[in-house]
Structure formats: structure tokens, C-alpha cells
């Protein structure tokens, strides 16, 4: 019950020579979700494309002659939806961000790469849970296909989602959101937290803090701690609050889920620090899909960076150390990680290293991926 953040080629479907696959997916409909927001919806490739609620694809395209890559969860279910969705929120000066709404039509093709991600569950019908949910932004992709899947596939749960947003015009869902709380009166509960509220609003406003969550949590069933999972995603600022709120609550953090979009910056140091060892040029071995590959790694560059330059293909994404697409798991050897935000504790414990932002500090070091 606890979350786990966790085919044969036909047309459409291609894999490289180092064993990721790429589809190349046509884009059924594109919706207006905001004044920033839209959310893609691709048709399904004859050989259907299997993911887990929460999962995130990886888009590819070329831009100004540069081959560019960014991760997008998934708001789409497996279990409810016929095609698969994302949604893509503008961000000044985000490259993919702005480039897929302004270049992109219904029939377009796109080049995909498979689904990744641990920010999953496992669905049972006979499961009697409560997800608990905090999302700001955009960070209500993955909780949208997350609260569809579980509305659908255990009658017996129930989700709480706490949805932070600027104003009330950059609600993604929120027509949605509104129909799926009648259509599942007493089993979705949605409150709303807006920055800048009007003035008829009868919801919550401005930071979400220590009185309001008070408030929140006696609207909210007490399931108790055993049968309750708390999942956050959104702005790094508001996922700390959000963590500092819980540990008042005296919520286990064993409990608590989080999925990141972009690099933190709050308390890097000390994960930086973490990681102590000097970065000198080190030659590492990386066995991925059966293949073994050796080759030196300079301090002024990550693994990742050095297998792309000599032109092994190894999965990656994001490249800043959250989607966890690059992730292996080091066999010998010590690895430096730049940041460590897309590793749990657990991961971390037993060897998982992101090669996106991993540099090699012994001469041993030897990393499995797959």
C-alpha cells in the first residue's frame, strides 16, 4: 500500500541501440488548461504504451539546432484515459516550456522516450487508504492521474488534496477538479490556497502556514496515521513549508512522499557537503542494457556527460538530478552527487547514484544501470 517514489517495435515505436525506447507519438488534441498551461494528449501507438499513475515522459525536440530534453508527468491514467496526456506550464525562460505551445498542432508528431519515475503506487481493489495531497502549480500533473487512478480502482479510498495556486485563474483542473468531487461526492475533497484571492472568495489565502493547516486537517477525515499517505509536489519553497508543517503535526516522515521539478536550492549546501571527496579525473565502468563501457571522467564534468561526448547512449532526462531516468546503482567505488534531491534516503543507503549529476572520487567505481 505504501507508495514506492515507489514489446515488440511496430510503427511508432523505435529503440536505440543502447536499449531506451523512444516512440514517436502523434498529438490527438491540445488543451488550454490556463493562460499558461496546456496539456498534450497524444494518441495512443498501435502496441499501446503501458505506465503507472505518477510517471512522468520524457519529450525530445530539436530547438534552434540543439537537441533538447524535459520531463513531464503524466496527468493522464492508465486505468480511466484512452490516450496518454501531459501538462506543460510556461516558465520565463524555459526552452521546452514556451517552444511546445507556440510550435505545436493537433497531428504534429513528437519524439518521445518511454515512462519513467518512482512517484508510484501499487492500485488493489480491496485497499482502504487516504492520500493526502499538497500540490502548487503544476505540481497537480502526477496528483490529477494519481487521484483518478485511485477514485477508479478502490472504491473504499479516499483523496484530500490541498491545491496552492497564484490566483484563481492559474487553477489548472479546476473544472475538473469541481465535476470529479460531485462525481465522487465524499471520496475527493479539493481546498483550494490562492496568493491572491478575490474578493468573494470563501477559501483559504496567502501563505499556507501553521493555523491553516490546523484548520484544514478538522475538515479533513482522520483515517489515521496507519491507513493515511501524505504526497507533496510543487515550488521547492512550498514543499519545505509543507515538510516543516508535517513534522509539527508529528506526521512520520515515513510516511511523506514528495516528487520535485526543478533543482532545490534550500539546504544544498549541506548536501553538497555530504558528498566530501576531491573531484579528479577518474576512469569509472557503467554497464547498462548488458553492455560494459570504461572511460575517464574529467572533474569538470559529470558521467553522464562524459558517456554522451564519446556516444554511449544511457537513459537520461532532466539532467539536474530529480527525474531519476539516469539513475544506477554503484557496485564499488565512491560517487559524488551534485544533488541528491530525486534519491530517497533508502535509495541512497543501499548505492543509487544519478549519473546526470555524479562524479567519480575512487578509481573503482563501477555503476549498473537498468
Not at 491540445?30 to 502496441?47: G, H, M
Request: aromatic share 8%; hydrophobic share 35%; glycine share 8%.
Amino acid at each position: 500500500m505504501a507508495f514506492s517514489f515507489f514489446k515488440k517495435n511496430k510503427e511508432g515505436d523505435k529503440k536505440s541501440a543502447g536499449g531506451s525506447k523512444y516512440y514517436d507519438l502523434t498529438i490527438n488534441e491540445i488543451v488550454n488548461e490556463t493562460k499558461d498551461a496546456i496539456s498534450l494528449v497524444f494518441n495512443q501507438p498501435d502496441e499501446p504504451i503501458s505506465y503507472k499513475s505518477g510517471q512522468f515522459l520524457t519529450l525530445i525536440t530539436n530547438i534552434n539546432g540543439k537537441e533538447v530534453r524535459r520531463a513531464y508527468s503524466l496527468c493522464s491514467s492508465p486505468f480511466v484515459d484512452k490516450d496518454l496526456a501531459v501538462t506543460v506550464k510556461r516558465v520565463d525562460g524555459g526552452v521546452m516550456s514556451n517552444w511546445l505551445p507556440d510550435n505545436l498542432n493537433a497531428g504534429d508528431t513528437l519524439k518521445v522516450m518511454e515512462p519513467m519515475g518512482v512517484f508510484t503506487t501499487e492500485y488493489v481493489s480491496t485497499n482502504k487508504r487516504h492520500l493526502m495531497l499538497f500540490a502548487g502549480g503544476s505540481g497537480i500533473t502526477p496528483m490529477m492521474s494519481i487521484i483518478k487512478s485511485l477514485l477508479h480502482q478502490e472504491p473504499d479510498s479516499i483523496c484530500s488534496l490541498i491545491y496552492c495556486n497564484r490566483d484563481i485563474d492559474s487553477i489548472i483542473f479546476k473544472n475538473t477538479l469541481d465535476q470529479m468531487q460531485t462525481d465522487f461526492e465524499g471520496r475527493l475533497h479539493v481546498i483550494h490556497i490562492l496568493d491572491d484571492a478575490p474578493m468573494n472568495w470563501q477559501g483559504h489565502s496567502g501563505l499556507l502556514n501553521h493555523d491553516m493547516l490546523v484548520k484544514i486537517m478538522e475538515r479533513i477525515p482522520d483515517w489515521g496515521l496507519d491507513k493515511t499517505t501524505y504526497l507533496m509536489c510543487g515550488p521547492e519553497g512550498m514543499m519545505k513549508n509543507v515538510e516543516n508543517l508535517l513534522a509539527e503535526q508529528n506526521i512520520p516522515k515515513n510516511i511523506i512522499f514528495k516528487e520535485s521539478f526543478v533543482a532545490g536550492t534550500i539546504d544544498k549546501a549541506e548536501k553538497t557537503d555530504a558528498g566530501s571527496g576531491e573531484v579528479v579525473s577518474q576512469e569509472v565502468t557503467v554497464i547498462y542494457d548488458g553492455d560494459e563501457h570504461k572511460f575517464t571522467v574529467e572533474p569538470d564534468s559529470t558521467i553522464l556527460e562524459t558517456a554522451l561526448d564519446l556516444g554511449i547512449d544511457l537513459p537520461y532526462s532532466c539532467q539536474s538530478g530529480l527525474c531519476t531516468a539516469c539513475r544506477g546503482k554503484c557496485m564499488s567505488g565512491k560517487v559524488k552527487l551534485d544533488e541528491e534531491e530525486g534519491l530517497s534516503e533508502a535509495e541512497l543507503e543501499e548505492g543509487y547514484v544519478l549519473t546526470c549529476v555524479g562524479h567519480p572520487l575512487t578509481d573503482d567505481v563501477v555503476i549498473e544501470i537498468g
